[in-house]
């Protein structure tokens, strides 16, 4: 793993196992989040990549291994403890899991109600805010079941960017998403890293998303960190894993 | 040896299915008490759980009271004991036939559904949507149904023998021929508060075992459509059975209590 002198660690996970189903998924990955960075991780599907990002906002205990969040060490602790650390984090799902009782409006007002904001005025325009922001204005009174899966991921981002977290994980933000949308959704990371200083983690296989985004890219290879740097640094490696990877080689006979 | 092994897994796992029910109860008397009550969601549950479930309710109570009353009629006739059928509908209704028969058809029709929705929230990611919100999915799930379920069993089994007693009372004296005032005289004189606190307490304690049960099994849903669809057999299942049994204990115990006939 390469050393950079950053500000501050925001999330520091150490040799990190977990076991589903008798099989190990994480064998001992470690690896560490720098303030106001955008680190993408990638790695086969299947791979453990979603099941890490589930450790870092408490939604999985592991096996052995610790996981912290700023000061605190989260791995461990009970539900009602993490609520805290919860507040200061999003997380994008990879089908978005918006809650399909709820409208559109009502589903990025969750956070915000939930968090004791009584003034509708103050969430009406919140809701309007974040939902311009993901191209989405105007759609507050749909049901997720009317919306595509593009849209369906992207009113998601809004309900976890709504409350202006400090980390943001993202669980394959574009996957499914054509093009231009996918494009809209990098960029749209970008800013927020820009603009609030927001510390992203990605997990995707989107190599394209992945140059655009990405101050520094990890690779989750066989439950371990496998490769660690800068795009820079991904692009110039002859390891045949990385490069099969990046080039999206299969071996296989056609 | 495979079948005391087989009994002793079947014991064990049951002994950790009621451990987890009690844990989960814990937790819900943990968010409660913290102050994790959403009162607009109370609201929503009781019109969902309660108002919703009346016709059912009524229904069952209506032609449970009229059969029970033909029945004891036909049996009570031959001794010349007719008036005696108002009493007989009256307590049995509020003793027994009312919560019980309630409780099973809540049981149906809530329990499956709350099970299902709770499931299918738990497949689809929406649970952890939750937690990742950092709001609890007890405090937001299971608190508003419990307290719902609370008020609203007692109302519904209240219903439920209100419509069964007057079923038979009309079935009795207007096409039966039975004297009304003899039949109304004996089925007050025998029928007391006792009879009535029964009922209600069972009709609480019903929809506690159901909302525990059926929340239990939607959180603990597996393996999408298929886990859904078994986790709600199951909550029908396994909370119709729980109503029996327990209606078994609590008569016993209420019987301290509330002695029948005294």
């Known amino acids: 793993m390469t050393e950079h002198a950053h500000p501050s660690e925001v999330i520091t996970v150490e040799n990190l196992v977990q076991t589903i189903g008798g099989q190990e998924i994480l064998r001992g990955f470690s690896l560490k989040v720098y303030q106001g960075e955008t680190l993408v991780l990638l790695g086969r599907s299947g791979g453990g990549k979603s099941v890490f990002l589930r450790h870092l906002i408490g939604l999985m205990q592991p096996v052995s291994g610790t996981v912290t969040v700023g000061q605190e060490v989260i791995s461990g602790l009970q539900e009602r403890e993490l609520a805290k650390v919860r507040r200061s984090m999003g997380m994008l799902f990879q089908n978005g899991a918006l809650f399909d009782s709820l409208t559109v409006a009502d589903n990025v007002a969750f956070p915000l109600r939930e968090r004791g904001e009584t003034d509708e005025s103050v969430v009406r325009a919140k809701v309007e805010e974040a939902l311009q922001m993901v191209d989405l204005a105007g759609n507050e009174g749909k049901m997720p079941v009317n919306l595509s899966g593009g849209m369906r991921k992207r009113v998601a981002l809004a309900r976890a960017l709504v409350n202006q977290p400090r980390c943001m994980l993202y669980d394959e933000p574009t996957a499914g998403l054509d093009p231009i949308v996918a494009d809209s959704i990098d960029l749209l990371i970008r800013r927020l890293q820009r603009k609030l200083g927001v510390t992203s983690i990605v997990v995707t296989h989107d190599m394209k998303s992945t140059f655009t985004i990405a101050d520094h890219v990890a690779l989750l290879h066989e439950g371990r960190c496998y490769f660690y740097g800068t795009c820079d640094q991904l692009r110039a490696s002859t390891d045949p894993v990385i490069r099969d990877f990046v080039e999206g080689r299969s071996h296989d006979e056609p | ?262």
Request: aromatic share 10%.
């Open chain 2, 1 to 262: 040896m495979a079948p005391a092994r087989y009994v002793g897994d079947l014991i064990f796992s049951f002994a950790r299915y009621l451990g987890d029910l009690a844990l989960l109860a814990g937790e819900t008397m943990r968010g409660i008490f913290h102050g994790q009550v959403r009162p607009q969601l109370v609201v929503q549950q009781i019109y969902e759980v309660g108002f919703r479930s009346q016709l059912v309710v009524l229904i069952t109570g209506a032609f449970t009271g009229a059969v029970f009353a033909t029945q004891t009629y036909f049996q009570f006739h031959r001794l010349q004991m007719d008036t005696a059928v108002g009493p007989v509908v009256s307590v049995s209704m509020f003793r027994e036939l009312g919560p019980v028969l309630c409780g099973l058809m809540v049981a149906g029709r809530v329990g499956a559904a709350m099970s299902a929705e709770l499931g299918t929230m738990k497949v689809t990611e929406q649970l952890d949507a939750l937690r990742a919100l950092a709001v609890h999915p007890v405090d937001y799930l299971v608190v508003p149904r419990f307290l719902a379920m609370v008020i609203s069993m007692p109302l519904l089994v209240a219903e439920c023998i209100g419509v069964g007693i007057l079923a038979a009372y009309l079935l009795t004296t207007q096409i039966l021929g039975v004297s009304e005032t003899y039949y109304v005289h004996n089925m007050l004189h025998f029928t007391g508060g006792r009879d009535v606190a029964m009922g209600l307490i069972k009709g609480m304690v019903f929809g506690v075992v159901i909302v525990f049960v059926s929340c239990h099994q939607g959180l603990n849903a597996r393996e999408g459509a298929v886990g859904v669809g078994r986790a709600t057999t199951e909550a029908v299942v396994i909370g119709s059975l729980f109503i029996l049994v327990v209606n078994f204990f609590l008569t016993m115990a209420l019987n301290i209590f509330f002695p029948a006939g005294k």
